[in-house]
């Protein structure tokens, strides 16, 4: 991971492209059937969609959901992908058509990298992300956490703006704490902001929120934002076994 802390503009630069994170409502009794699948094809997803992992809710939102991450180079990368794996005999017969009866909806949302918030993390690029080893005894959380502001122009800048004052220091105070992504909807429920954590376990994030409490910065950050907000959900995750990020 890139050294935390405040970073250069030429750091930001490096958070580009486009993250689709697409979440699927699974049949209860379809869950098993659709692991099995796309265990079966991970290979095939990987050779054909710039796959960053695949996650299943543990608590926090609707249970029999997965959560998958794309990062594209822009909306052309995502079209020849979208086009490979349409034109893929394998995947649309072998995959798609078997796994498409477990699922009850799904949805689809185009983010932009906050390059400056990440930047300021010293978070390393989405799409060069490699977890660190688990710790003994320990099962890592990811943390989604999705933010829906007031319809409006300034909200997603001002919440930007004063995310990279105030996440330095939240940065400094965590240090279990690792933010993979920050980004704002550029398709999909506009106005939204979404961010993802790994943790070494739930313990460590709940641990990790108490410090960053305590943290004068930080608390500065969240009163600046939290009247543009109308609601915000948080999700604790894991990382199915053929996720690329674990």
Wanted: aromatic content about 10%; proline content about 7%; charged content about 20%.
């Amino acid at each position: 991971m890139a050294a935390r802390g405040f970073a250069s503009a030429a750091a930001a630069g490096e958070h580009a492209g486009l993250v689709e994170i697409r979440q699927y409502t699974m049949k209860p009794e379809g869950i098993k059937e659709f692991m099995r699948l796309t265990n079966d094809k991970v290979e095939l997803r990987k050779s054909l969609l710039p796959f960053l992992g695949m996650f299943t809710c543990d608590t926090g939102g609707v249970l029999n959901r997965v959560v998958h991450l794309y990062h594209y180079n822009d909306f052309a990368h995502r079209d020849k992908h979208r086009a490979m794996s349409g034109a893929n005999k394998e995947w649309q017969e072998e995959y798609l058509a078997f796994s498409r009866p477990c699922l009850l909806n799904q949805e689809s949302s185009i983010y932009m990298p906050a390059a400056g918030v990440l930047a300021a993390a010293g978070s390393t690029p989405v799409q060069q992300y490699q977890a660190p080893a688990r710790e003994p005894g320990k099962q890592p959380v990811y943390e989604l956490r999705q933010y829906q502001l007031k319809p409006g122009y300034d909200g997603v800048p001002r919440l930007l703006e004063a995310f990279e004052k105030g996440l330095p220091h939240k940065v400094a105070a965590d240090p279990s704490g690792q933010l993979i992504f920050f980004g704002f909807t550029e398709v999909g429920m506009l106005n939204s902001v979404v961010e993802l954590w790994r943790y070494p376990s739930a313990q460590d994030c709940h641990d990790a929120r108490q410090a960053a409490r305590r943290v004068p910065q930080w608390r500065e950050c969240i009163a600046a934002v939290t009247p543009r907000v109308e609601h915000f959900t948080s999700s604790f995750m894991h990382a199915c076994p053929f996720s690329p990020m674990q």
